[in-house]
């Protein structure tokens, strides 16, 4: 009987229990697992909101903001501009190149000299202080200015600049300053937030968000010889925000913030900044050189990437590599062997992506190295060495020739001697573009009559009997390639090649 009891007691007290658990602990793991903002429904999947910036701890842009704020700095740079007023100045030059916004005032027509300032930002890079910015902003500046977060203003001194890259190292006399942390951009992901942070619009200090919207853009807004590799945000920058960070959430600077493109002058969320792996390259040289020493190979390539039609013309495997438009007599590329339509596949034992990449890889080879060129030619893989020569500044690449894919809409007639002079060329071997078919490809591709073609299918061609022995066996969407000379303005001209289809 008293076994039954303590039975029954046990049974109790173990009950009242295993109530309490069900009714004070249950309904808050209920309600953490089947609520719909932390872990969704099973109708509806895996929760879209778990990874909010609300509760994801690594998606903190406050405590970014705190650690790379110290570092970023306003730069006032002070130039004098000699021109005639009326017309666009240089500093107007300079804000619709990377703004798109012409600069509207009433000015006498006079020649004047003036003095214009420019504003940008900058931030530390070591303790001792040293600045990153961009070249757009110092460039031939008289004095330069810098103010702090912490109200400190110093005057600066320019290191060195680097316009290909729009990079410019500055210094100012100081010690023990909060510096920022130069990243791997590299790493850098498609969709990764990032964080911009400068002075736009007058507006000291502002941050702003945003993601990494593509990579490896190229813009052609500096000159021919520029090295453009951006890193493209929707992070919100106006002017005033260049030469500033884009930074990472870990606080580490992954691009130097340049230029935006827009209609209107304002944000409208594609930016661009410099990667930093690029700017830890130069910043060394500028350091130490006061300017950046580039590697020459004496070509012009392909600017467009391999196409379809090329990749069949030239017996390729695949779409990757640079093309060879054309080699300079005497350069390192020819006296290596290096010929037009070889492709260049890799550099020292560097896979080459594309035209882009080659010139990189290039220009980062100091001169008198030696350097081993993997190439295709016929389809086949082939290996010369060579020595780089120096890239000096009044030696700028040779602009890139435009190729696309085009069909033939033209007509030709053999170049003579008399021909060549009654059109004013220079040139008087190869067959001379009379006329281009309104509406067709080629004039769409932009060929134009005047310019000169002078192989095709890699063959040199001088008669109308050579072009017609090349055309005949061709079939209706068969590949053509063409060497062609545009037309010769001033004695200047740049040789391309290019590819189009044969029409019906």
Do not use: C
Request: no cysteine.
């Amino acid at each position: 009987m008293k076994r039954i009891v303590w039975i029954a007691l046990g049974a109790f007290v173990l009950g009242v229990m295993l109530a309490g658990y069900v009714f004070v602990y249950l309904p808050e793991k209920k309600a953490e697992t089947n609520s719909f903002l932390s872990q969704g429904s099973n109708s509806l999947g895996p929760n879209l909101f778990a990874d909010s910036p609300q509760i994801r701890p690594d998606l903190d842009f406050v405590a970014v903001s705190e650690k790379i704020g110290p570092t970023v700095v306003r730069i006032d740079a002070e130039r004098v501009e000699t021109g005639t007023m009326g017309q666009d100045s240089t500093f107007d030059d300079f804000w619709n190149r990377f703004f798109g916004t012409p600069q509207q005032s009433p000015r006498n027509q006079a020649p004047q000299e003036s003095r214009v300032m420019v504003q940008g930002t900058g931030f530390f890079i070591s303790s001792d202080g040293y600045i990153l910015t961009n070249n757009h902003i110092v460039d031939k500046a008289k004095k330069v200015q810098v103010f702090t977060v912490s109200g400190d203003e110093y005057e600066a001194k320019i290191v060195g600049t680097d316009p290909a890259t729009d990079v410019a190292l500055i210094k100012v006399e100081a010690t023990n300053l909060p510096f920022a942390e130069l990243g791997d951009s590299t790493a850098v992901k498609v969709g990764e937030w990032v964080l911009a942070v400068g002075n736009p619009l007058g507006m000291e200090h502002t941050v702003t968000a945003g993601i990494v919207s593509a990579k490896g853009r190229q813009l052609g807004l500096g000159e021919s010889g520029s090295y453009e590799d951006f890193i493209q945000t929707d992070a919100a920058i106006n002017r005033g925000n260049s030469g500033g960070p884009l930074v990472n959430l870990k606080g580490q600077v992954i691009g130097i913030n340049s230029n935006i493109l827009t209609p209107s002058g304002g944000n409208i969320g594609i930016g661009f900044a410099i990667p930093s792996e690029i700017a830890k390259k130069v910043v060394v040289q500028l350091k130490d050189r006061g300017r950046v020493i580039r590697g020459r190979l004496g070509v012009s390539i392909m600017t467009r990437p391999i196409d379809q039609d090329m990749q069949k013309a030239l017996n390729l495997k695949d779409r990757k590599g640079a093309v060879i438009n054309d080699v300079e007599a005497g350069g390192p590329a020819d006296k290596a062997g290096l010929k037009r339509y070889d492709v260049v596949i890799a550099v020292n034992g560097q896979a080459v992506e594309n035209s882009n990449d080659l010139r990189f890889k290039i220009s980062e080879i100091l001169p008198g190295n030696t350097v081993e060129i993997k190439f295709i030619r016929d389809g086949k893989e082939m290996t010369a060495t060579t020595t780089v020569i120096e890239l000096t500044p009044e030696e700028k690449p040779k602009p890139a020739a435009e190729v696309a894919n085009k069909n033939i809409g033209l007509s030709v007639e053999a170049l003579t001697a008399a021909s060549a002079r009654r059109y004013g060329l220079k040139i008087e071997r190869g067959l001379l573009i009379t006329d281009v078919a309104s509406g067709s490809a080629a004039e769409r591709r932009g060929l134009q009559p005047g310019d000169i073609i002078i192989e095709a299918n890699r063959q040199k061609v001088e008669t109308l009997d050579q072009w017609n022995a090349i055309l005949k066996p061709l079939q209706p969407g068969d590949p053509l390639m063409l060497a062609v000379r545009p037309e010769d303005e001033g004695g200047q001209f740049q040789e391309f090649i290019l590819t189009l289809r044969v029409s019906e």
